[in-house]
Antibody, heavy 120, light 108 residues
């Protein structure tokens, strides 16, 4: 069965960096686009980034462009999100979510999320 | 960017009621729309994909319809376990993918 397990969250000071990981299993990782979606405390869902199945294209929300980098490691079936220059407004639960085949933005499986808190 | 306007933002209904949530896109998105259910402290779960297709293992009391800019999500015969927040999300063409603001559903 499909499993997505995020890790790497924690408390970081404004301006700091953090790297999130998502371990994927139960499906052929190289066939699917992968997304990061976040949810600030008590707020709605916000799409953050997408990486295509072959890593040929990467897309970002304007709110994180130039600060966050999405990547994937096929040897480890792992999705990553490098977050730099963190701001208080980046505080959120971050979910990795698998796209459907050839429909990257239709997210059919989600991890349990990892909490990132940006605070001094 | 495509904006998704979801209504209502909250809803109170009785067990057995029929519940309807709407979502309007700021431009034509064909049928590229999902509906998700999120329970407190949990990850979202897809209920409906491509506007009207039921997700794997999702009870048949859930349904979706619409195409273009106007979409509807319905729960027939509300059950206590349906208490959650529901989101629509569009995935037409290239990102950014956008979500509706959410509808918090409570039992009356």
């Amino acid at each position: 069965q499909v499993q997505l397990v995020e890790s790497g969250g924690g408390v970081v000071q404004p301006g700091g960096s953090l790297r999130l990981s998502c371990a994927a299993s139960g499906f052929t990782f190289s066939l699917y686009g992968m997304n990061w979606v976040r949810q600030a405390p008590g707020k709605g869902l916000e799409w953050v980034a997408l990486i295509r199945n072959d890593a040929s294209n990467k897309y970002y929300a304007d709110s994180v462009k130039g600060r966050f980098t999405i990547s994937r490691d096929y040897s480890k079936n792992t999705l990553s999100l490098q977050m730099n220059s963190l701001r208080a407004e980046d505080t959120a639960v971050y979910y990795c979510a698998k796209g459907r085949i050839a429909v990257d933005g239709s997210m059919d499986y989600w991890g349990q999320g990892t909490l990132v808190t940006v605070s001094s | 960017d495509i904006q998704m306007t979801q209504s209502p933002s909250s809803l109170s209904a009785s067990v057995g009621d029929r519940v309807t949530i709407t979502c309007q896109a700021s431009q034509d998105i064909s049928n590229h729309l999902n509906w998700y259910q999120q329970k407190p402290g949990k990850a979202p779960k897809v209920l409906i994909y491509d506007a009207s297709n039921l997700g794997t293992g999702v009870p048949s009391r859930f349904s979706g319809s619409g195409s273009g800019t106007d979409f509807t999500f319905t729960i027939n015969s509300l059950q206590p376990e349906d208490i959650a927040t529901y989101y629509c999300q569009q995935y037409d063409k290239l990102p950014p993918y956008t979500f509706g603001q959410g509808t918090k559903l409570e039992i009356k």
